[in-house]
């Protein structure tokens, strides 16, 4: 992945703010990037983190562009309202998150959205980070016509009865037998959302299920390691583990690696 490209290929790219039909046919903002050119090409569901729709995930629905992926990055924050990131999560967060079914409801907008583009090779994969990676876990279950997902250290796949909330009213484990397309998932070994623990009664329900999955898990890194902009950044791990996300796209949405 790091760098294959070629020093004689066109390269280029148009990322923008755009509006998309969400949840209830809702217009929401999306920030999506893809490769200029005829195309075809995959596409991706790029779930924000609890965080917000923030400048993170804008730089990574980028990097996806340049690896030949259309990225849809839905804004599932803008029924709380305008501002900062920073001011959209601390409202989330107030109001107990993000329903899930808002959320599934803009993933299958953005599925429908990505699907119809001219140059849309017809597969589409869903990853997200920290409670995105819960809730791409929970659109693999619960989307249709999802390819493949990528879960990066989603806290709260397990979770007990006391810990549901009227937002987040089922543990996304309980919908593992509905997992529809193969499942990659991301962690560290020094987190605590999820634990190793909860990684392991994950891991378990997959095999209970006899679904398709790979799990890697780090040594030396914790919760949001791949976050350059924090103290949690761990570059060795973030680097192989990106590594693992770009060959496992490639070879279920048959993108460039």
């Known amino acids: ?113 990505i699907k119809n583009l001219p140059y849309s090779n017809g597969k589409v994969g869903v990853i997200g980070t920290c409670s995105g990676g819960r ?21 709260g796949v397990v979770a007990a009865k006391e810990r549901l909330t009227p937002s987040q009213p089922v543990a996304p484990i309980d919908y593992t037998d509905q997992l529809g397309c193969p499942l990659l998932g991301i962690f560290g070994n020094d987190d605590q959302s999820p634990p190793p623990e909860e990684v392991d009664i994950h891991e378990a329900a997959l095999k209970q299920h006899g679904k398709d999955y790979e799990f890697y898990r780090y040594d030396g890194a914790g919760h949001g390691f791949w976050y350059y902009h924090t103290d949690r950044y761990r570059p060795r791990q973030t680097m192989d583990s990106w590594e693992k996300v770009f060959a496992f796209f490639g070879k279920h949405l048959s993108g460039r690696t």
């Not at 490769?35 to 629905?61: K, S």
């Not at 791409?136 to 806290?155: M, N, P, R, T």
């Open 135 to 155: 809730h791409a876990f929970l659109a693999a279950c619960k989307v249709q016509e999802i390819d493949a997902a990528v879960d990066c250290w989603g806290g």
């Open 1 to 113: 992945m790091w760098n294959s490209i070629r020093t004689d290929a066109y390269e280029g790219m148009l990322a923008e703010t755009i509006t998309m039909a969400g949840h209830n046919g809702d217009n929401i903002h999306a920030y999506f990037a893809r490769p200029l050119g005829e195309g075809p090409y995959p596409g991706i569901i790029l779930i924000p983190h609890i965080p917000g729709w923030d400048e993170f995930y804008r730089e990574t629905a980028r990097r996806f562009a340049h690896h030949g992926y259309a990225t849809l990055c839905p804004d599932i924050y803008c029924r709380f309202g305008h501002g900062t990131p920073d001011e959209i999560a601390a409202k989330a967060r107030e109001a107990g998150g993000v329903p899930d079914d808002s959320v599934m409801g803009d993933c299958e907008g953005a599925l429908k959205h």
